[in-house]
């Protein structure tokens, strides 16, 4: 309806809407943006009830997101609220939701290509896609270009449950989510070579693996944070992207590389409580997923 109507089109989002009294209609033409991205999201969103879900491909639309004016026009006061229930004036992650739009782009390339990756259990090859180098150059991109403001750290952790409605710190640590669930979507498969020798398989190769083991234990320990302040902070209020992409890492926790002595069992067990956790309250979003 979107597409039929130009609205994923910077030109008609851009072209003045005028009220009854001659003046800009500002309000009407930051609706009008909304319209477009919750139409869009929802239609993307609720791929995530099969087992390919959808990215946000830049094809797909040539429209900005909303700038904080926007955001500030339509702002609906009963979400001016932070976890804590304290009400504030200002939101100071109101403008990370282009971070957010931007990692799901990636997310969906990542999707694309990984779905191709063949398995041939004859011979060792890693990277399984030639599109994986790119890939994760684009997260690593992502994920170092991010402003000091919006990284995931515990003291942005504090400062936005002091001073961030919950609403955007939502979308804020579902971003980090994202980036960790495509991270670990590029590189756990080299999992399955975990018990591999440099002896066994070519020296550029081996090295190749190891680097994305590292890369796995790496997100993992990130993602454990990033989804305990979720159920924390946002209980059942999470994005549909959350549910699969905690199945991505449940999975993950119970290979031998994160449960193979009782001390990786005991830190996988907590993050698996956890992860089962963000799928049981969304688990009606993606019901079909895995069958």
């Keep these: 309806m979107c597409q039929e109507l130009g609205l994923h089109k910077e030109e008609t989002l851009k072209a003045p809407i005028t009220a009854p009294d001659g003046t800009l209609d500002y309000v009407a033409m ?8 919750s139409c869009f999201c929802i239609d993307k969103f609720s791929s995530t009830s099969t087992n390919r879900p959808q990215g ?3 094809g797909d639309y040539d429209v900005r997101p909303p700038t904080v004016a926007e955001s500030k026009i339509l702002r609906d006061p009963l979400q001016a609220y932070t976890v804590d229930k304290v009400l504030i004036d200002e939101d100071p992650l109101m403008d990370s939701i282009g971070e957010y739009l931007s990692i799901l782009e990636i997310f969906g390339d990542i999707t694309k290509y990984m779905s191709r990756a063949k398995t041939d259990s004859s011979s060792v090859i890693w990277p399984p896609i030639k599109e994986h180098e790119d890939l994760n150059r684009r997260m690593e991109l992502w994920a170092t270009s991010l ?24 979308f804020w640590l579902c971003s980090h989510a994202i980036y960790c669930a495509g991270m670990l979507s590029l590189h756990r498969g080299s999992l399955a070579y975990s018990d591999l020798s440099s002896a066994e398989i070519p020296t550029e190769t081996y090295e190749r693996i190891q680097t994305s083991i ?22 059942c209020n999470v994005l549909p992207y959350m ?4 199945y991505i890492f449940a999975t993950v926790l119970m290979t031998s590389t994160f449960s193979s002595d009782p001390i990786l069992y005991n830190r996988s067990s907590k993050g698996l409580a956890v992860l089962f956790d963000t799928i049981k309250v969304s688990q009606f979003l993606f019901a079909g997923s895995f069958s």
């Design 243 to 246: 549910g699969y992409a905690a």
């Design 30 to 37: 930051a609706l009008r943006r909304r319209i477009f991205w």
């Design 147 to 170: 402003p000091d403001i919006y990284k995931f750290t515990p003291n942005n952790i504090k400062l936005y449950r002091e001073t961030a409605s919950e609403n955007y710190i939502n």
């Design 214 to 235: 590292a890369s796995c234990k790496t997100h993992v320990d990130i993602a454990m944070e990033v989804f305990s302040k979720l159920r924390d902070f946002c209980g």
């Design 56 to 58: 946000f491909e830049i």
